[in-house]
Nanobody, 125 residues
Framework: QVQLAESGGGLVQAGGSLRLSCAASGRTFSLYAMGWFRQAPGKEREFVAANRWTGTNTYYANSVKGRFTLSRNYAKNTVYLQMNSLKPKETAVYYC??????????????????WGQGTQVTVSS
């Protein structure tokens, strides 16, 4: 089992920045991928960014490329999501997810059995 705890959400004005953190605990030694997803009110949860724990490639949704950056701290078993130039439409609950499985796409919700509780990001206009 893996437990995930997000933090760093809050209220920010359009064009502002936030950095989300996700600390993993439990069976972290064999993690394969970690990712960020978000769910806006009345909408489905969508992929934001993800990478393979031991790899170098990071994948981003087209809508956030060039503005969001996913990074990792192996010593702390933590991933971060730096979000710049935020837009009001990006108001959502942001979730961290993790997987031990190497099969399937890391940008798909179904590929992640472990989820955090989510952190609210509100972007005001």
């Amino acid at each position: 089992q893996v437990q995930l705890a997000e933090s760093g959400g809050g209220l920010v004005q359009a064009g502002g920045s936030l950095r989300l953190s996700c600390a993993a605990s439990g069976r972290t030694f064999s993690l394969y991928a970690m990712g960020w997803f978000r769910q806006a009110p009345g909408k489905e949860r969508e992929f934001v960014a993800a990478n393979r724990w031991t790899g170098t490639n990071t994948y981003y949704a087209n809508s956030v490329k060039g503005r969001f950056t996913l990074s990792r701290n192996y010593a702390k078993n933590t991933v971060y999501l730096q979000m710049n130039s935020l837009k009001p439409k990006e108001t959502a609950v942001y979730y961290c997810a993790a997987s031990h499985s190497s099969t399937g796409s890391i940008s798909v919700i179904g590929g992640y059995p472990y989820w955090g509780q989510g952190t609210q990001v509100t972007v005001s206009s």
